[in-house]
């Protein structure tokens, strides 16, 4: 089955009880168990049920199975945010003395959680993703993972995925990707030797920017028993399990980034129609940055569906499609007044939403990082960031059109 059907069907291969469509919302925190035998049994693992709503809920696990779904992966962990998610992983795996190797081409904030980590004892190296010698050329003897973002938050990079992934599996490295911008529908993290795959689910998969989300998904591709930072009690079974039983305990359980059910439920509806909007956004985005090309108002337009883009090519041959945001620096234009003057994109600090977004990402989700680090991802003052929606493409133009005005 295509995409669509199989994730529109997901609640259905489990049990859905009184022969609901969709899985309900099961709000109880707590379950019961007539044979202590059997509860006991649940929290060691041996048996599945639930025991306890930081670590499990019905509504949850056939949301993070739906995310497993559109993954082509075998186990998924969900988290209260992107973030949340992120940083799970990352202590849930790493430890003091080992070193990770990042794209330096991310988003604001785990920007700044890599900078924690990196006061906490874990070295930290930002490199240019675009190029896979970048990569190599930071291995060291202690490096564990590489992280990288499939097409980079603001300014729309693309990390040399496929390389890279055969750079970590030369190495025995874990390849952490970071899937929000493109969604498993526009590209599939499994297919360049990724290890673990990353959403934020309150972004496309959820699409209504009416829950916060995050997920991480067990791809299959990395021997985790080759890992020694494994503890050995989760060490039990087929060990490609290991690393996903991890995270849940050190991570999901001992930090309590739980998601709720009715978060999880809002989700999973939303994620029925990722591929419709995707489809719809994608193609608006397409028509909106033809436009813009070349208009005296724009100086610089960052956008992977365009031919001067500098990763076009790779964009052709990873993705779907070329994702629905894109980026401008403008000229002599001031970023408040034009953002000011739009009347249907709505200036917001979102993206992924069913509504165009916009937002002057210097002055706001980047500026804690101050402007040489800014500068650094090629983020000037003026750039604008555009999350295209599904509204009508001339609908949209119209308004940029409008908007851009001196």
């Given amino acids: ?94 430890r003091k003395g080992d070193h990770l190797i990042s794209s330096s081409y991310l988003f604001g904030n785990t920007n700044s959680m890599f900078s924690s980590f990196a006061t906490h004892g874990i070295d930290v190296s930002l490199v240019d993703a675009t190029s896979v010698n970048a990569v190599a050329s930071e291995i060291r003897k202690n490096t564990k993972m590489v992280f990288v ?20 599996k030369d190495h025995q490295l874990i390849y ?9 529908y526009l590209f599939q993290p499994k297919d360049v030797g990724a290890s673990l795959s990353i959403n934020s689910l309150t972004k496309y998969i959820g699409g209504h920017a009416n829950a916060l989300g995050g997920s991480v998904t067990e791809l299959g591709n990395y021997d985790w028993s080759s890992f020694p930072n494994i503890y050995d009690i ?23 980034a739980a998601l ?19 489809d719809r956004a994608c193609s608006n985005a397409k028509e909106i940055t033809e436009f813009l090309s070349g208009h005296p108002s724009i100086k610089r337009l960052y956008y992977p569906g365009l031919h001067n883009h500098p990763e076009h090519k790779l964009a052709e041959t990873l ?60 983020i000037q003052d003026s750039l604008v960031r555009f999350s295209i929606g599904i509204e009508e493409a001339g609908d949209l133009i119209a308004d940029f059109e409008q908007a851009l005005v001196s």
């Avoid at 859905?16 to 007539?34: D, Q, R």
């Avoid at 989760?234 to 309590?256: C, E, H, M, P």
């Fill in 149 to 168: 973002e499939t097409i980079a938050n603001p300014r729309t990079q693309i990390s040399d995925l496929k390389r890279i992934g055969d750079l970590c």
């Fill in 319 to 378: 993705f779907r499609y070329p994702g629905a945001i894109f980026s401008v620096e403008l000229n002599n234009l001031d970023c408040f007044d034009f953002l000011n003057k739009l009347r249907l994109v709505i200036c917001s600090s979102n993206l992924g939403d069913t509504r165009s977004l916009g937002i002057p990402v210097a002055h706001t989700i980047y500026s804690e990082m101050g402007r040489k680090r800014r500068l650094e991802m090629g």
């Fill in 176 to 184: 952490f990707v970071d899937n929000t911008m493109t969604t498993p």
């Fill in 234 to 256: 989760y060490k039990v079974g087929d060990s490609s399990g290991w690393a996903i039983t991890q995270i849940k305990k050190k991570g999901l359980r001992d930090f309590g």
């Fill in 1 to 94: 089955m295509d995409f669509t059907s199989r994730i529109v069907h997901s609640d259905r291969r489990g049990q859905i009880e009184h022969g609901s469509i969709h899985k309900p919302v099961h709000t109880s925190v707590t379950y019961a168990y007539e044979d202590a035998r059997e509860l006991a049994a649940v929290f060691q693992g041996s048996e599945f049920g639930y025991s306890y709503g930081r670590q499990t809920n019905p509504t949850v696990t056939a949301l993070q199975d739906k995310i497993s779904v559109m993954e082509n992966g075998s186990a998924t962990i969900a988290f209260s945010t992107g973030m949340a998610a992120i940083g799970s992983t990352l202590f849930s795996l790493l």
């Fill in 260 to 278: 709720g059910p009715e978060a999880a439920h809002h989700i999973s509806v939303g994620s029925d129609t990722l591929a419709l909007r995707m």
